[in-house]
């Protein structure tokens, strides 16, 4: 966190902000709290009042009816006022959790706006990291405002309905001439004395409740991390753990980094100043009760009165101290704002096209590079240099190469997850960067090497929505080799994967997860499908085996196969040969094996995998 100054300028622009960001993600749950702290606010101050009155009535002999008529609306409203704020604070408790859901539902939506690059990016996956564990650990940033906005709006309530009274209290004394004490506290001295009282007691009360709120979120802080780091090591289990006995190493590692203390430390710092704050309040309370007993007994108001001065100069206080705490930890959480700020204005400076995709019947699409290459943001190093290549629809293309050699940089371009560096991307000849870019992604089917799975249903995963045709999902997922394992399933394709959600889910074996992949992507029906090295954990011969029925299975489409393997892939019409970003041999298989070059060198390296054992 930085050190840096902060004014109250900036926090009350960040703040301003904040309170926007919280309406808008969910506005009825605000209004909701400002309801519930209003009338949360108003309960103390009317049983104060009416029971000021009640006590006046006695003293002065009042009617018994007029005392039974204050008794009545006193019962009554306090009723009134109790219902409903049980009533808003059960509708809290339900908007609380939307608000909640909302917020994540908002957060996840801007990270789906955001382009591609910025999901890569290191600084913004760390930045998102430090956003959840500080909101996991003490609810900072945006989360601050909703679940502290009750008791806020209570203490700004009661300050703005304490005020008047506290007022007139000053203003309030006996006619007449009174000598020794009694005629003190009857004069304006004594109101001066107390009022000066008051704001010192408002102003040390403010200032310990900063401290202790400064200090006891410096050790939410450390239990952030520490928290954070806990969960990371609950991730490290598995048969490594116990063959080798990582047990010890990672159980000393938690010691060093989770520190119950921390929770110890804001105990001891809250009992602390709670002592201090408490002995501060029973000064005031002794000096109002001296004040207000003392003109009472001068006649300066009733018995009554004296009850009433005496909870609301005790409430007056405790409201500006509880207002000043909750305005100290939202200057606090100032700088966790900013950091959610940061995230959701990141900016997506990619260009949206706005020429619309030809539909066409015959899906004869050509795409074309060229001279494009490429960089990483924040990188000086080229991934792709001067690549020049053409393909048209039905075409079955192989890109083969090391490790790091560009493919699948090559394929994020030809996707436009991003833009060239140099260069143009062409389709039909118009470059792709003017088409809409919804339509264009629509074109292509992919299934990356780090292919994704949900715990959701088998249709949701194939189909990627919740409305689908079943039909057509179930033909897909038999095609990519599942009927045998979707006949068997009693609930077919609402059967969901693994068992985080549902008892009776499916675990799937490698294989079949890479089929469920590619039943996503036949299911997409894009005129281009592309496999960037899905098999990469299979052996040579059994990847090779896979790609063929692919090939199968894909029929007309336009085909581009990845894979540094070249076994794989030599049923295409045509194999790309990348190093170091660069195209440096293409042509058919046998071509490329007989010349001189990259691709030969890779094929005599790795022939002694392609050959199947011969048996005894």
Not at 197 to 214: F, P, S, W
């Amino acid at each position: 966190m930085s050190s840096e100054k902060r004014t109250w300028k900036q926090d009350g622009r960040t703040l301003a902000r904040g309170i926007k960001l919280a309406y808008r993600i969910c506005p009825t749950a605000m209004i909701y709290q400002i309801a519930h702290g209003f009338v949360g606010a108003i309960s103390p101050y009317f049983s104060l009042y009416m029971s000021s009155l009640l006590v006046n009535g006695l003293a002065a002999g009042a009617p018994a009816k007029e005392l039974l008529k204050l008794a009545a609306v006193s019962v009554t409203g306090l009723f009134s006022i109790g219902m409903g704020n049980h009533v808003l604070a059960k509708k809290n408790e339900v908007w609380f959790r939307t608000w909640w859901i909302s917020s994540r539902w908002y957060f996840a939506e801007a990270q789906n706006r955001m382009k591609f690059a910025h999901l890569e990016n290191p600084d913004v996956i760390l930045l998102r990291e430090e956003i959840d564990a500080a909101e996991n650990a003490t609810g900072a940033g945006v989360h601050m405002f909703q679940w502290s906005l009750v008791d806020i709006m209570g203490h700004l309530f009661g300050l703005l309905l304490s005020l008047p009274l506290v007022c007139s209290m000053f203003f309030t004394s006996a006619k007449g001439s009174f000598g020794g004490f009694s005629g003190f506290v009857n004069s304006p001295y004594a109101s001066i004395l107390l009022i000066l009282l008051i704001a010192a007691d408002a102003v040390i009360a403010v200032r310990l409740t900063n401290r202790k709120t400064e200090l006891t979120q410096k050790e939410w802080e450390h239990l952030a991390e520490s928290n954070t780091r806990n969960f990371a090591f609950e991730e490290l289990r598995g048969s490594d753990v116990i063959m080798f006995n990582m047990k010890r190493v990672i159980l000393h590692v938690m010691k060093e980094v989770i520190r119950p203390q921390y929770v110890q430390n804001v105990q001891k710092i809250s009992s602390r100043y709670d002592c201090l704050l408490a002995l501060l309040k029973s000064v005031l309370n002794l000096a109002v009760f001296l004040f207000t007993a003392g003109r009472a007994f001068v006649g300066a108001f009733g018995i009554g009165n004296f009850i009433l001065y005496q909870g609301t100069v005790s409430r007056f206080v405790g409201s500006a101290a509880g207002l000043s705490a909750y305005l100290g930890m939202l200057r606090h959480n100032s700088r966790y704002l900013e950091k959610q700020y940061e995230f959701l204005d990141l900016p997506n400076d990619m260009y949206q096209g706005k020429l619309a995709v030809e539909k066409r019947d015959d899906i004869d699409y050509e795409i074309e590079f060229r001279d494009v290459s490429f960089r990483y943001p924040r990188s000086e190093t080229w991934v792709l240099r001067h690549v020049n290549m053409k393909f048209k629809i039905g075409d079955r293309l192989a890109i083969v190469g090391e490790n790091g050699s560009g493919k699948t940089t090559f394929i994020k371009l030809l996707c436009r997850l991003y833009d060239p560096t140099e260069g143009t991307i062409l389709l039909n000849g118009i470059d792709i960067t003017r088409y809409r870019h919804d339509e264009y992604m629509a074109l292509f089917s992919v299934v990356f090497q780090d292919y994704k799975l949900f715990p959701f249903s088998l249709a949701a995963n194939v189909t990627a929505s919740h409305e689908y045709d079943a039909e057509k999902a179930e033909d897909c997922l038999r095609r990519a080799g599942l009927a045998k394992c979707l006949s068997s399933l009693e609930r077919g394709i609402e059967t969901a994967i693994g068992r985080q959600y549902e008892n009776d889910g499916i675990d799937l074996s490698g294989g079949e997860a890479q089929k469920v992949a590619l039943a996503r992507a036949l299911y997409k029906d894009a005129p281009f499908v592309v496999l960037d090295e899905p098999t990469v954990a299979l052996d040579p011969i059994a990847e090779a085996a896979v790609y063929e029925s692919f090939n199968q299975i894909l029929e007309n489409k336009t085909s581009i196969f990845i894979s540094h393997r070249l076994s794989s892939c030599r049923f295409c019409d045509e194999i790309a040969v990348f190093e170091n970003g660069q195209i440096v041999q293409r042509g058919t298989h046998e071509a490329l094996v007989e010349a001189d070059g990259k691709y030969r060198e890779l094929w005599n390296a790795q022939a002694q995998y392609y050959r199947e054992e011969e048996p005894a």
